[in-house]
């Protein structure tokens, strides 16, 4: 594993290129980017204030910077340094901006959730789509580019609109019977529509692309319902995480639950290996040479915990939630699938410092991570079936079916791994971490390259 | 007088004591009086001199009177108690003491009777003291439970009320419950209500500001671009037509009908593998049910209607196979109904086995002391029986071999035995002695020849001499005068020999013959006394023809035959490998070379 220097960054925005080659980074007004291989910076822009959003287009030509406090978007070129292109959203002020999959419309967010302004950098024409819902997840592009869905809620009822990006002409407008829509998904082949109501009610609705419903799934009633959806990258799979701590699995044939994985405090499954991570004080002047499960060129640096398998039963540490606080800190709140949609990673809220991997071919439990913190963020290898996951300091925890390893990342001053982003080869990690100060509240946020 | 005395009162005893006995059974009131008289009477008596006593001299008739009296009342009427004379103070002794007698017995009767009845009161004074103190425990429990059912009552009561109290508990809590729901409700629907307008509101604000932005005609609202970028896929825009609009409609309709057909597709690849699994497994089904079937049929009789089941089934189950592939409507119910069916079948083939088993389980568990044993026993007695048959057996045996092997047994046997051995070694003999017969009979015969044989030589010979000699004699008679002479001489010396030869040839016949007879086989030929006139052996059956002529000149041909046929072999196989037998090369190998080495030994043989 070999780690690159330590690059300055703002805002956790740092974003490779869709295609891989270029790494944009934004750095306080200023956007760099950096070829992939190399880390050369290859194009320096300025923008008009602090960045607070980038993105990268489509065909990794154009970089978006919007400046949300000013109301801005400016977009750039890679391949020509002077093209500029400089959007206001005036005094409606901008809430978010993203790119249409095309690569050649911006779509943008206005305050209050007004309406959602499409400017085309074609002709520069702009369009308006009023009523767009302010809820988790009120848009979504299919996979393939060719349709936007859109919640939009008109005289206290909730509608989809689903647009060709195309040209954006409304294809579809319909209403769904949901109390309050939380958000929709498209599934991976662009067919069906998962939309599902907010967490006051358990209610997930599909809908074929044409609008019609295709079913619906309600778990229970009279309590707090769906707190995330993820469809499988395969489309075979549906899975809900919801408030009860529990994930179900709906099929695509019948849409109906195919199984349910809960989460319990105790495990007692003989079948699934608990790692525990056990932190160890480096002892003064000792030679502490890593002792890994598996030892992947980890003799190279010093690592102050390890992990250890657990015999079940495994009592697991469980953080009561306060009822009386809204949003409360319970249930199922980050799916993920491998990409081969082999493995599910989950975390539940109340056991915040856990992460459990679920084998979906034989519907069961395959692995528990048990961090000594709580777990920040968690991401699956694009390539293979390989979690990388961070807990907020200075190490970076991967999980393989072959096995479980943490590793020391190399700074001086401990640094705090946020948040960590594949590379879209499976080759390298990119990690974003943090520095606080001693004095101020300012933080300077560096982010990691390292090539595994 | 004295018979008199004697013979009535007997009589009159005996009809008194009757008399009395029934007095004292029947009279029972009267008792209380004799008691008195009774006890009276001694009483008087101890105090007769003293005070106011019962008879004086003055008043003994009186008293005798009223004692007889007395006495017919206590029934002893016939003892009559008689002054000695008539107004004299003397009693009649006899009467007197009768009565005395009688009374006596009456008395000790019933103080007998006393006794008895104070026992009896002593008892029934103790059962009622028993029956008190029962009685006393009985009231005792009686006001125990008397309390305890008072204490129940009362919690009984307590109780009562403490449900009532709960009943209006729950009465007022069901009407917070009720009163609650109904707040929530009106809430909720509040709740709602005032969402819903407060989203109205917000989306009126919220086109009041669209409206607002629009009329303002914001300046700021604005794009900037150095030079308009072309479609990321090359093409132009379109304008927003109908043929447009129609041809979105389209391709959505394509993305989704391809959609289908891929899940379709997959769906129907997995139908074809379930297919095949089902299919599978209905084999294996039928497979497995069949011969249960035909064992069932003939084991019993209610089956019968489950095997014209199962026949129609199966039957079902081939036309089903059969239409299988077409994935019709009827030909699946038939196949899943077959399935079903078979499965059923299955079911009930396993519980049938399940309850077998428990049944025979249960059976082993219950009879395991019962008819097994008896099974067990039988067995045993057999196999114990059979066990000591073999340890007979064994007996038997090693007894034949200890005898076989010792000598030293019992004579009869052992007589026996050697007589056996004796009548086999007889046996043998004798034909041994049959064979030695004939064989001495060949050789009498041989001998006979070569007698005869060395006769007719010897006759030769002599003949031959004779001639030598007349041939000499008259050479010399030629020669010399005295040819007569000679001729007589020679005569005698050569009628000498023959005679002395005549018995060495016996001694030599009789020392061959016990040679001859200890071995069969060997031709030891009599040894020839080494007389000129006598041929050798090898002459003799060389004359006879008994030994082949030539050896050597036959086995030489052979050799040569062989010598001649191996060299063509070798250079067979010198030329060309030898075949690979089935059995491998490597076996065949080693016989190459010995053929090899035998040609070119024989080659040279040859040769040479």
């Known amino acids: 594993m070999n780690f690159s220097e330590v690059f300055k960054q703002s805002n956790q925005l740092c974003k490779v290129s869709p295609d891989g080659k270029y790494l944009a980074t934004c750095v306080q007004y200023r956007l760099v980017v950096r070829d992939m291989s190399t880390l050369q910076i290859l194009q320096l822009y300025t923008c008009l204030d602090q960045i607070s959003h980038m993105d990268w287009s489509s065909d990794s030509l154009f970089i978006l910077c919007a400046m949300y406090k000013r109301g801005l978007v400016q977009v750039w070129s890679l391949e020509q340094p002077d093209w500029h292109c400089k959007i206001d959203e005036g005094s409606i002020g901008l809430l978010s901006s993203r790119w249409s999959p095309d690569g050649r419309h911006i779509l943008n967010t206005t305050e209050f959730h007004l309406r959602i302004t499409v400017w085309s950098l074609c002709t520069k024409a702009v369009s308006y789509i009023k009523y767009p819902k302010a809820c988790q997840k009120g848009i979504d592009f299919s996979r393939d580019g060719c349709y936007m869905a859109l919640a939009e809620r008109r005289d206290c009822k909730d509608y989809v609109s689903v647009f060709v990006c195309d040209d954006w002409h409304l294809l579809r407008h319909f209403e769904t019977e949901t109390q309050d829509l939380g958000g929709l998904e498209w599934s991976p082949n662009g067919c069906v529509l998962a939309v599902w109501d907010s967490c006051l009610e358990y209610k997930v609705l599909l809908y074929s692309l044409d609008g019609r419903l295709l079913s619906t799934y309600s778990a229970y009633e009279w309590s707090l319902g769906v707190k995330t959806v993820t469809w499988s990258p395969s ?101 993920a699938f491998s990409s081969d949609s082999r493995y599910l990673a989950t975390k539940n809220d109340n056991m915040a410092s856990v992460v459990w991997v679920w084998d979906m071919q034989n519907m069961s439990l395959e692995a528990v991570l048990e961090q000594c913190s709580a777990v920040r963020c968690f991401q699956w290898d694009p390539r293979r079936p390989r979690l990388a996951l961070c807990t907020g300091n200075s190490k970076l925890y991967l999980w393989s079916p072959a096995g479980c390893v943490s590793v020391e990342v190399p700074t001086e001053g401990g640094f705090q791994v946020q948040s960590l982003n594949w590379h879209c080869s499976g080759d390298s990690l990119i990690l974003l971490v943090s520095k606080y100060h001693l004095l101020g509240t300012k933080c300077v946020q560096k982010h990691y390259f390292k090539t595994l | 007088m004295g018979e008199w005395w004697t013979t009535v009162p007997i009589g009159t005893s005996m009809g008194n004591y009757e008399a009395s006995r029934i007095s004292h059974a029947t009279m029972s009131p009267s008792r209380q009086n004799n008691y008195v008289s009774m006890y009276s009477l001694p009483l008087s008596k101890s105090s007769y001199s003293v005070i106011s006593a019962f008879c004086t001299e003055d008043n003994i008739s009186p008293c005798i009177s009223y004692i007889n009296q007395e006495l017919d009342s206590l029934g002893l009427s016939s003892i009559c108690i008689e002054a000695s004379s008539p107004g004299g103070a003397g009693l009649s002794a006899v009467p007197a003491l009768n009565a005395m007698y009688e009374l006596l017995q009456i008395h000790r009767r019933n103080m007998c009777t006393l006794e008895e009845l104070e026992k009896e009161q002593l008892k029934k004074t103790s059962s009622l003291e028993h029956m008190q103190m029962n009685n006393s425990r009985l009231k005792d429990q009686l006001e125990l439970s008397i309390r305890e059912k008072s204490g ?158 199962s026949d129609g089934e199966e039957k079902a189950g081939d036309s089903s196979r059969e239409t299988l592939d077409q994935s019709c409507e009827h030909a699946r119910e038939q196949l899943t109904n077959s399935i079903r069916q078979q499965w059923r079948k299955l079911r009930n083939h396993m519980e049938k086995l399940d309850s077998q088993a428990s049944q025979v389980q249960n059976q082993l568990e219950s009879n395991k002391e019962v008819i097994p044993r008896e099974t067990h026993d039988e067995e045993m007695e057999r196999m114990r029986h059979e066990v000591q048959q073999c340890k007979e057996f064994i007996h038997t045996q090693q007894q034949l071999l200890q005898q076989q092997l010792n000598t030293s047994f019992d004579d009869e046997t052992a007589a026996l035995l050697n007589d056996c051995y004796t009548l086999e ?87 061959t013959q016990p040679a001859k007879s200890s071995t069969y086989a060997t031709f030891s030929t009599p040894k020839p006394t080494q007389s000129a006139t006598v041929p050798s052996t090898t002459e003799l059956y060389r004359t006879l023809r008994l030994i082949p002529d030539s050896r050597s000149p036959r086995q030489r041909q052979t050799f040569n035959s062989f010598a001649c046929r191996t060299p063509c072999r070798t250079l067979c196989s010198l030329v060309c490998p030898p075949a690979p037998t089935p059995s491998g090369h490597r076996k065949s190998a080693p016989s190459c070379e010995t053929t090899v080495f035998i040609g070119l030994h024989f080659d040279a043989t040859g040769k040479s």
């Open chain 2, 425 to 511: 070694e007889k046996e043998r003999l004798k034909e041994e002695w049959r064979l030695f017969e004939e064989q001495k009979r060949n050789f009498e015969r041989e001998r006979k020849n070569f007698t005869e044989a060395a006769i007719r030589l010897g006759r030769e010979k002599k003949a031959f001499q004779e001639d030598r000699a007349t041939w000499l004699k008259n050479q010399f008679l030629n020669m010399t005068p005295f040819t007569d002479r000679r001729r007589c001489s020679s005569s005698d010396g050569h009628s000498a020999l023959s005679i002395r030869s005549e018995p060495e040839m016996r001694i030599s016949s009789t020392n």
């Open chain 2, 152 to 309: 129940l009552h009362e919690t009984e009561r307590q109780l009562q009320l403490k449900i009532k109290t709960l009943q209006s508990c729950l009465k007022t809590e069901k009407d917070e419950v009720q009163k609650l729901q109904n707040i929530i409700a009106s809430r909720a629907s509040q709740y709602s209500h005032d969402a819903k307008r407060k989203e109205r509101e917000a989306s009126k604000l919220k086109e009041r500001l669209s409206q607002l932005l629009v009329d303002r005609k914001d300046k700021k609202l604005a794009i900037d671009v150095l030079n308009c970028l072309g479609r990321s896929d090359g093409r132009r825009s379109h304008w927003k037509t109908a043929k447009a609009t129609a041809s979105h409609e389209g391709e959505m309709y394509k993305s989704l009908l391809s959609d289908y057909e891929a899940s379709q597709r997959s769906l129907m690849l997995e139908n074809a593998e379930l297919k095949k699994v089902l299919q599978q497994m209905k084999k294996e089904m039928i497979h497995i049910l069949s011969p249960r079937q035909s064992s069932s049929r003939r084991a019993t009789a209610d089956d019968t209607q489950e095997q014209v089941d």
């Open chain 1, 235 to 335: 489309s075979q799979f549906l899975a809900i995480g919801s408030y009860d701590e529990k994930v179900r699995v709906l099929n695509h044939i019948t849409w109906k639950k195919i199984t349910q994985f809960e989460h319990p405090a105790t495990i007692n499954n003989t079948k699934a290996v608990v790692y525990k991570e056990v932190e160890r004080r480096p002892a003064v002047g000792a030679d502490d040479l890593s002792l890994h499960n598996i030892t992947i060129g980890t003799t190279l640096f010093n690592t102050q915990s390890k992990y250890e398998i657990c015999p079940p039963p495994v009592q697991i540490p469980v953080v009561k939630p306060d009822p009386d606080r809204a949003n409360p800190k319970i249930g199922v709140s980050t799916l």
